[in-house]
């Protein structure tokens, strides 16, 4: 078999589908992509009225191409069978005129669960196929999902360990105790003092640390990481896009072949680039709307084609998107420049002296031609999630209200929208009780998250997923706060 996945940043570096799982990044620290995938067609028609599950096995068969069929069927049904509280995984509801397709019915109930629930499976399994005998350790950043997902989806699961780091402060209370009270032999998480950025940036590093690298040889211990630089996070993102499009037809409420347009909440690009590639396979889409919160960084880049990180963060009340280097975008930028290593990297060197970089005209144009950017102030967004309660009786996350803002100023005639709903609104509890019954004052008087958590309850009638509501009695276990300098003394504890 042909090695068809190469860093964005060198072609000479090239692998498999699998051994990408296994590596997280690569050595040069560029990301992995499928360099062929504009060739790559799936045949739409065979997908209508198939499950979420089939629809799956279709999509991974087709992009993680060196694992064979039957291991493909076992991986996504021990992933999804049973593990989902709603048994569609991912159900579309119609709000108004537009549809959402909620990806929080998950065991942490963040969107992170739908790829986190198979990544495990699919890195067991490539150790397996390329005879890798080290024990594995999971390096993972978090602006707050992606941590408690990976915690879950890794913890227990032999020759496995994982090292999660997120931001002291800037994580929802809740996302916070759903970290802290993690169990499993094989979990270590620390906060850091700093951003999510900060501790992006300080988790790359340690992939291409040359000490490290040998301390880490000598041990028998190989790095991969749970982040969506991980091929082995996108490609099963790339599901919902097909699912939803799929419902959209049975529903009658599209002919098959229509186009539609997308509203993604984007923080790492992720997400939405999973979107970008379910177009290259063949999906009808019309627009990816790129909805970013105050950190609108993306959003001024698809207007200008520059992107500046040197600017204010904000901490912002959907806090999962409060990111300025947004690491998929690297991925976008190869795809967009017809596969061009040399450029890229070059844009990547100048991200990392100088905080920016400038895309040529062309790039731009491609890019422009599908994306749309966009975004919402919290005022906004606490706007449209009492708006949208009020009129509907729907209870929005903040960073899907993020999305809901962004698709209204956006609406294009003629076009279905579909906003994707990224968290249960009970992981930011206060923020969305604020939002809706404002005028009561209460919440302040409330200290509490969880007596938050039950009065939106006792209010809106929406049902609190189990995990959540069954978190309060959970114990602190890891409690640590460390210099965002110093993770790499956590390998000392961890070895
Ligand atoms: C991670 C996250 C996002 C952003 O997704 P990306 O793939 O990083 O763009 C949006 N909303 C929620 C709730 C998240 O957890």
Known sequence: MKPNYESTRN?????????????????????????????LKLNLKDLLNKSYIDIAKVVLSKMLDDYTEEEIDELVEKAYKNKFSNEEITPVKKVGEDFVVELFHGPTSAFKDIALSLLPHLLKKSL?????????????????????????????????????????????????????????????????????????????????????????????????SANSINIGRLVPQMVYYFYSYMKLVNLKEINFGDEINFTVPTGNFGDILAGYYAKLLGLPINKLICASNENNVLCDFIKTGSYDKNREFYKTISPSMDILISSNLERLLYHMSGNENNYINNLMESLKNKGKYEISGDVKDNIKKIFKGGYSTDIETKAEIKRIYEKYSYVLDPHTAVAFNVMEKNREEGYK??????????????????????????????VDEFEIMEKLYEKTKVEIPSNLRNLKDKKDIHTSVIDKDKIKDCFEVIL
């Open 11 to 39: 072609q000479k570096i090239k692998c498999l589908a699998s051994e990408a799982v296994a590596k997280g990044i690569a050595l040069d620290g560029g990301l992995f992509v499928r360099n062929d995938i504009e060739d």
């Open 128 to 224: 397996e196929k390329n005879n890798i005998k080290e024990e594995v350790l999971i390096l993972t950043a978090t602006s707050g999902d992606t941590g408690k997902a990976a915690l879950e989806g890794f913890k227990d699961v032999p020759g496995i360990k994982i090292l999660v780091i997120y931001p002291n402060d800037g994580v929802s209370k809740v996302q916070e105790k759903q970290m802290r009270s993690q169990e499993g032999s094989n979990t270590f998480v620390y906060a850091i003092n700093g951003n999510f950025d900060d501790a992006q940036s300080q988790v790359k590093k340690l992939f291409t640390d040359d000490n490290l690298k040998e301390e880490l040889l000598e041990k028998k211990v190989r790095l991969s």
């Open 417 to 446: 929208n579909v906003v994707l709903a990224t968290a249960s609104p009970y992981k930011f509890s206060k923020s969305v009780y604020e939002a809706i019954f404002q005028d009561e004052k209460e919440s302040d008087a409330m």
